[in-house]
């Protein structure tokens, strides 16, 4: 009886989990035996793992061959198991010492050739290799940037089967992979493509300083668009363990740019329309993958034309929003997925979205109102900032004198505000405005009841709901961490209950 063992990685949600791949031959009829919970795509690496073995120059027992992936009860999923497979089996009937695989981690697709694929979700895989104590990762050479983020973790590149057989067998090493480094990522969109529009642009400002959500409305040309597309390049690059955290997303989902293994962009998403709920939140009928909200995590979730969307997959966006997370639950397991983005809406006033605006709109006040109560109350009762833009005039777009404002210009105010948010919350765990729970908002730093008489008013009016006046105060202090305030006064409290009912007002 011939037995070895080595490891694998399986994906949940975005984290990885160690895979154990055991290899024992037996006498018997010549078949292949694969436990241990592996979907369509595991069990067809069988005949995958046996082409590859034989183009790649040896051969395949004949014989009983049992192949376990433990733990048992975590379903197995994807081409990634490819690699292990092949080296165990080859391992079992002593082409390479089996001492050598026992503790190495192996990654990869094989072609029939015995050539190797790159798969997704390398980074947490790596990731989870280095937290068990595995100090060594083999990947297809396309992956081999990603794996090498992970620090304390020797990465070996391989191309063919062929490779790793040799390397292990004492051959010629496959050397350790370096890190190339990553080429400059070209600029983004500038906010000083936007024309006029000062309401909008100080909306996506204060919106960018305190991580707040945003609806937008406005005739079709006004530049909704354009300003939900430039919000990104206002946030700050992100960190060392946020970019490690959306990298791992992008990883999963298979939309790691090539050649910039890690994103230090903010990301942008904006899904079309016809987004199911699996697409915008997460799912899917075999692996469970990330949804649009989960790939722009902190980052940036735009949904244009709104009230297109299904109001059933809208107001799946409700709890997740609130919570930073989303779990989706399948009869196999479940899969948890980060997703602390912020939300950016646009829609038109109306359905027949005229350019002249109310003056040539041909609807009746009732279609406009069924066309707006496509978005939930609910729904937008979670939007701090609700701006209408009107339609840019002729003396903004042909006779303007003073170029606006850039987006690096912009940014440098966004930092600073930020700045100062992170110095007033610290301690706390937060860093945004937006994410200050309200009670804590109030009982740490009141602000004066005199500069609270219009949202006070306005709460007994029943324009604001509790809800609404907790998130009015937190764009006020984003208004006054932008003007470099310690409190904020009337004025910013007036400004914030603005931008809270400017689209109630309009």
């Not at 094989?110 to 895989?125: I, M």
């Not at 980060?338 to 109306?350: E, G, M, S």
């Not at 949202?455 to 006046?469: D, I, P, T, Y």
Request: charged share 20%; hydrophobic share 45%.
């Amino acid at each position: 009886m011939a037995l070895a063992r080595t490891w694998s990685v399986g994906l949940v949600g975005v984290r990885g989990a160690l895979v154990e791949v055991e290899v024992d031959l037996a006498p018997g009829v010549p078949t292949v035996v694969l436990v241990g919970l592996p979907d369509a795509v595991v069990r067809q690496s069988v005949d995958r793992v046996r082409a590859a073995v034989v183009n790649s120059g040896h051969d395949f027992p004949l014989r009983r061959v049992t192949i376990g992936l433990s733990p048992a009860a975590m379903p197995k999923q994807g081409s990634g198991f490819d690699l292990a497979l092949a080296v165990a089996v080859l391992a079992a009937v002593g082409v390479v010492p089996a001492e050598r695989v026992r503790e190495l981690v192996l990654l990869g697709e094989l072609g029939l050739d015995g050539s190797l694929r790159t798969v997704r979700g390398v980074l947490p895989a790596a990731l989870a290799a280095a937290r068990a104590g595995h100090r060594q990762v083999v990947v297809p050479a396309g992956n081999a940037d990603e794996a090498a983020l992970v620090e304390g973790v020797e990465v070996l590149a391989a191309e063919t089967l062929g490779q790793v057989v040799a390397h292990l067998a004492g051959g010629t090493a496959i050397p350790v992979h370096e890190r190339a480094s990553a080429a400059p990522e070209p600029p983004g969109p500038d906010l000083a493509d936007v024309v006029g529009q000062t309401a909008g642009r100080r909306a996506v400002e204060v919106a960018a300083a305190g991580g707040h959500h945003l609806f937008l409305t406005g005739p079709p040309g006004a530049g909704k668009t354009m300003l939900a597309e430039r919000l990104p390049g206002l946030l700050p690059p992100l960190d060392e363990r946020a970019a490690m955290e959306v990298t791992a997303i992008a990883s999963v989902a298979g939309t790691l740019p090539p050649g910039a293994p890690l994103v230090r962009r903010p990301t942008f998403e904006s899904p079309h329309h016809s987004a199911t709920m699996a697409a915008l939140v997460g799912g899917g009928s075999g692996q469970i993958r990330p949804g649009a909200l989960c790939r722009a995590h902190l980052g940036v979730l735009f949904l244009d034309e709104a009230p297109e969307f299904p109001r059933a997959v809208l107001d799946t966006l409700r709890q997740p929003l609130e919570r930073g997370e989303v779990t989706i639950h399948r009869a196999n397991g479940s899969a948890t997925f980060p997703c602390r983005a912020q939300l950016v809406l646009a829609a038109n006033p109306c359905p027949c979205a005229s350019a002249a605006g109310d003056t040539a709109c041909t609807c009746s006040p009732l279609e406009r109102r069924r066309y707006q109560a496509r978005l939930s109350g609910p729904l937008l009762d979670r939007i701090d900032l609700r701006v209408t833009l009107p339609a840019v005039s002729r003396a903004a777009w042909l006779d303007g004198v003073a170029p606006p404002e850039s987006t690096q210009v912009v940014a440098r105010r966004v930092r600073a505000a930020r700045e100062a948010a992170a110095a007033r919350l610290a301690g706390t765990g937060l860093t945004l405005n937006s994410a200050v729970p309200g009670r804590l908002l109030r009982e740490r730093w009141p602000v004066p009841r005199r500069a609270l008489a219009l949202a006070e008013r306005a709460l007994e009016r029943g324009s604001l709901s509790v809800r609404g006046f907790d998130r009015v105060l937190r764009v006020a202090w984003t208004l006054a961490d932008l003007a470099g305030l310690g409190t904020p006064g009337p004025d910013q409290i007036a400004e914030a209950l603005g931008m809270r009912l400017s689209r109630a007002a309009a």
